[in-house]
């Protein structure tokens, strides 16, 4: 991140009709404290005037610089359709931008978002070290030394595994949406990294579809084989992956719901949200943290959100519980809308494996309504039990039909969306168009 914020817009961008408007980015810590309240607080004291404002989150591993390039990316594509569709804008239309800023890199698990490769060479060795380092500052010092050498150890023993397993289980806290929940325990981490032992995919094949199945030598041999000669990456990868979706909960419900209601207390304008990855769990967890009385936000738009399929259910299967952004569907006034796609390996083949703990399934289709395991992603399988209607994704021109609010459509986004990371394109900016456009 840049040592110092801007207090003004990040930049300006020009709508397709010529008018300038700003764009803010505003930073948040891993704990959801604002890292620029002074360009929070510019943001606030100059809404007068714009009709939409549209606030989104990046998702896993990007720094400063990917994350600002690709909302640019996004932002450019959409106005530059608009200028050759010659869409029409809303009259009086004028947008504000907000781009949410949260420290989200750790080790590669999505790697489609970063490139493949756990810890390689050059770049990759210090970044890897350094993320390494990282956690090895979350445990007590007397313990730091010990979590190295059981890291980089090839074949962990039984003995081990178990030893590793408890070190990383101690400074995991449980998701922030669910406060009755217990923390992750050594034995869910050690049944992710028995899933973890089959083949992996390869990150590479960015146009493979899954196969579901539930092979693998965890599945054939029990925990117990599985865990003879572990390789430590196959501990650290679901840490990491629930470090970072338990961060994006934080980030959401502690400080982007405070800049959220306050854009709606403030404002009339109508209040579009947009996330990707973990993005959309930050900005979903902001609605779901609101307070009581606010009026509603516009639209929600979830490009290949790597939360539960079941996030938006009445009933969760097993649990009796309600999904946890259930509630999210009466706080918005379109359809909460979420794209998913066979293409993306991050979320067809890996998510279902890492996230398995209890209260992983609910905040949480192959087709929707057939995917592999009760964990799998939103943005891998599509809404399941949640009343959804399902839609395929459009190409530019051709109009959606929504329907109603109160309710989650989900986007079969197979054909134009090819991995985890591909969500600035044709088809995603006129979805957002037609999204944000709709009454």
């Known amino acids: ?75 450019n594509g959409y106005i530059e359709q608009r200028r ?39 770049d990759d060795v210090e970044s890897g070290r350094q993320q390494m380092a990282d956690i090895a500052a979350m445990l007590a010092p007397e313990q730091r030394e010990r979590f190295h050498a059981l890291s980089q ?94 961060r994006s909960g934080k980030v959401g419900s502690r400080g982007v719901s405070q800049l959220l209601a306050e854009l709606l207390r403030r404002s009339q304008a109508r209040i579009h949200l947009l996330g990707h990855s973990f ?40 649990t009796g519980r309600t999904g946890g952004y259930h509630r999210n569907l009466q706080r918005i006034e379109r359809p909460v809308v979420a794209t998913f796609s066979g293409r993306d390996i991050a979320l067809t083949k890996t998510f279902h494996l890492a996230l398995r703990r209890d209260h992983d399934l609910g905040e949480q289709p192959l087709a929707a309504g057939d995917s592999p395991s009760k964990y799998a992603a939103l943005g891998g399988y599509g809404p399941q039990d949640s009343g959804q209607t399902l839609v395929d994704i459009k190409d530019p021109a051709s109009a959606y039909d929504f329907g109603p609010g109160g309710r989650i459509v989900g986007v079969r986004g197979t054909r134009t969306i090819g991995g985890h990371g591909d969500i600035s394109n044709a088809s995603t900016w006129w979805l957002a168009h037609n999204l944000a456009s709709s009454r």
């Not at 896993?60 to 640019?72: H, T």
């Open 1 to 75: 991140m840049p040592s110092l914020i801007p207090v003004g817009p990040y930049k300006q961008f020009t709508t397709a009709e010529g008018t300038v408007f700003p764009y803010y980015i505003v930073p948040f810590d891993k704990n959801g404290t604002c890292e620029g309240p002074l360009t929070r607080q510019h943001v606030l004291d100059h809404l007068d005037g714009h009709s939409d404002i549209f606030l989104f989150s990046h998702g896993w591993n990007n720094d400063w610089e990917a994350a600002s390039e690709r909302y640019a990316s996004f932002v």
């Open 84 to 122: 050759q569709l010659g869409l029409p804008a809303p009259a009086g239309y004028r947008p504000l931008l907000i781009g949410i800023f949260w420290p989200s890199q750790a080790l590669s698990w999505f790697d489609s978002e970063t490139g493949p490769g756990f810890a390689g060479a050059g």
């Open 279 to 318: 993005g959309c769990k930050v900005v979903m967890s902001a609605t779901a943290s609101l307070p009581d009385g606010l009026r509603k936000v516009h639209s929600a738009l979830l490009l290949q959100p790597a939360m539960s399929q079941y996030a938006f259910a009445a009933q969760v299967p097993e």
């Open 153 to 246: 150890t090839p074949g962990l023993s039984e003995a081990q595994s178990r030893e590793l397993a408890d070190l990383l289980a101690s400074v995991l806290s449980p998701d922030d949406e669910d406060h009755d929940a217990a923390p992750a325990s050594a034995d869910d981490l050690l049944a992710a990294a028995a899933s973890l032992t089959e083949a992996p995919p390869d990150f590479d094949d960015v146009g493979a579809v899954a196969t579901p199945g539930a092979g693998g030598p965890a599945a054939a041999g029990g925990i117990g084989d599985a865990l003879k000669k572990l390789d430590p990456r196959n501990l650290i990868k679901p840490f990491t992956v629930w470090q970072m979706k338990d």
